[in-house]
């Protein structure tokens, strides 16, 4: 009999994503098949599963914690925002269509069965699944039709924790908040809380957690404290984006313009982890700095609109300057579009703009194709000379004379362009610089030494240890009937 158990929050970034994965490693390591799910997501930072098609970083991650192959049944419906006001749906891995956010509400319904499906999937055969919901259950305007929180809950018959962020202040009236507006089914699922990012003496809210005893009649799960091995994990959201920066005083500077649809910029990570990189993100009315010796533009969900941003910024010239100052460019898949001559959308995928002059790094030109590239792939840096493990989700196809000398070689074929002078690349690899011997020899380009551990291996590491300080903080009872599923009831 499988154990299911779902962590909702009373808002967005509270941790949920984090405590579904240290609950998935906590299980692992005590020998249980155990899954991670989330009915609905919606984030530009997506993988390729290993069943292939697309999911969430999060769910990714979240099944590496679990020691299962990625599936897209684990996260069956994505969204992947273009615009302020409409996105990209995923369902089950593949594209369904697009959706502007008032047409999404109603479009939800009709995705329950396919998320109900990928639910059935993913608990077939396991002892324990971790479902993560989505925002907050007290976003009660979004309650009809709900996918990702109550809904889902109600419909699966999964009991509720729910996550309070007492870092960002507000916790007791976020928990007892939550708890006046829901209606009394949805309140009839949740059986428990968890006080979450806490820092110092947690016999100081002893009397909080009383009083929350007092207006809901729940439960206390454990007050978990800040986890400091979170800053070693891969970020899902661009909201935690401060946090990756490295901040420090490397050798090298390394600029990541931050554009308003930027993708997998998780691909950044391992740079922040090197002791002699300083990663900088520049936010927008920020200039590139002037001393940076590398610049990388990232991914973006949407090419053309954060070209053109890029240009309102007035940050192509900034990259201009810092190219006649002898310094380098590396764009990974949208950032790759964006240095060509030109990128063509023809058929208006991406919006009404068909085309838009490109930076002109790189002598090729992108035209945007309806159908999308979604493939793990092993590759090779040619530029380094060293294996590369990633994945490729793009929408394009792009040609000119500078693929002529491609940085990469994907399953045996070119993929990139690389300019004349060698100081301007791209390729639609994403996930390179997590492979060791390509960062180190990166680095050393730049006359410093990098890419002296292993980055897959520290993620792993810091999965153990985001486990072991949970398992800590966690009410026992709770947790052992939670992974002893044949003993009964929680309770």
Known sequence: MTRKIMLQGTGSDVGKTVLVAGLCRIAANRGLTVRPFKPQNMSNNAAVAADGGEVGRAQWLQSMAARVPSSVHMNPVLLKPQSDVGSQVIVQGRVYGQAKGRDYQALKPTLLAAVMESFETVSAGADLVVVEGAGSPA???LRPGDIANMGFARAAGVPVVLVGDIDRGGVIASLVGTHTILDAGDRAMIEGYIINKFRGDVSLFDD???AIAGFTGWPCRGVVPWLSDVRRLPAEDSV???RLA???QGALKIAVPVLPRIANFDDLDPLAAEPDVDLVFVRPGERLPADA??????GSKSTIADLKDFRLQGWDGDLDAHMRRGGR??????GYQMLGRRVCDPLGIEGAEREVEGLGLLDVMTVMAPEKTVRNSSAWSVTYD???????????VTSGPDCARPPVTIDGRPDGATSADGRASGTYLHGLMGSDAYRRRLLESFGIKGGGFDYRRSVDEALDGVAGQLEAALDARWLEALLAPHRGALD
């Open 139 to 141: 976003e009660i305007n």
């Open 208 to 210: 909080g957690i009383t």
């Open 240 to 242: 935690v984006l401060e």
């Open 246 to 248: 490295s901040g420090g």
């Open 293 to 298: 010796g590398l610049v990388v533009l990232p």
């Open 329 to 334: 460019v590396i764009g990974i898949c949208g």
């Open 386 to 396: 060293a294996p590369l493990d990633g994945y490729e989700i793009h929408l394009g």
